[in-house]
């Protein structure tokens, strides 16, 4: 079937701008979640969505980012006022924790970001 | 304090040579521990996870909770198995180690 779609696959905007992230999880998956790798660094967790559940936002780096998720489909992550270091791949993975009780996270093919 | 720990940065082996990427973890509960591998052009994909006791591609990781290690281990590398590799520690979302890229030379 198909897996985890992120759009788009390239965004470059200018330092101060806004941006719009889109992930579209696989179908019945009931966790989302978003992640940041920045150039040289590991994966960075930000926000979680868990069913109705309140998020776990815990990894937003400022209040210049936040997340929505509508149900259990899509999702999209902004950051406005955008600034150099928030260059980075920005990737989101769904889960199905009904069915995975190992809850694998399957990942999409991300979203590089670039701030000139 | 949740923490994953990979000590490479980068680990260059031989074809046929035995790979072992480390992986270290801080947590005070029941660990559930993850590898994650990315080649190149690739999405991340999962590898294989410590409660499935599996081997995939011929890679086994076994959790030493004395240790607090997850080590990830192959007898004898091949050329396709060149990629980064990222141990995760799952805590509701995924905690990830730094990452370890295998470079395995011909």
């Known amino acids: 079937g198909a897996g985890v779609s992120q759009s788009p696959s390239n965004k470059v905007t200018e330092k101060g701008k806004d941006v719009e992230l889109r992930c579209d999880p696989i179908s019945g998956h009931t966790a989302l979640y978003w992640y940041r790798q920045r150039l040289g660094q590991g994966l960075e967790f930000l926000i979680y969505f868990q069913g109705n559940s309140a998020p776990d936002k815990s990894g937003l780096p400022s209040d210049r980012f936040s997340a929505e998720r509508t149900g259990e489909s899509v999702s999209t992550l902004t950051i406005q006022r955008t600034q150099q270091e928030d260059s980075a791949v920005y990737l989101c993975?769904?889960?199905?924790?009904?069915?995975?009780?190992?809850?694998?996270?399957?990942f999409g093919p991300g979203t590089r970001l670039t701030v000139l | 304090a949740q923490r994953v720990t990979q000590p490479e940065k980068l680990l260059s082996v031989f074809k046929g040579a035995p790979v072992e990427l480390k992986c270290n973890y801080s947590y005070s509960g029941s660990p559930e521990l993850f590898w994650y591998v990315q080649y190149s052009r690739q999405r991340l994909q999962l590898l294989l996870r410590h409660i499935s006791r599996e081997s995939i591609k011929g890679f086994t990781a076994d959790l030493n909770k004395g240790e607090t290690s997850f080590h990830l281990k192959k007898p004898f590398a091949q050329e396709e198995d060149s990629a980064m590799y990222y141990c995760?520690?799952?805590?509701?979302?995924?905690?990830f180690g730094q990452g370890t890229t295998l470079q395995v030379k011909p």
């Open positions: 995760a520690l799952l805590v509701g979302k995924l905690i």
């Open positions: 993975a769904s889960s199905s924790r009904l069915a995975d009780l190992t809850d694998t996270q399957y």
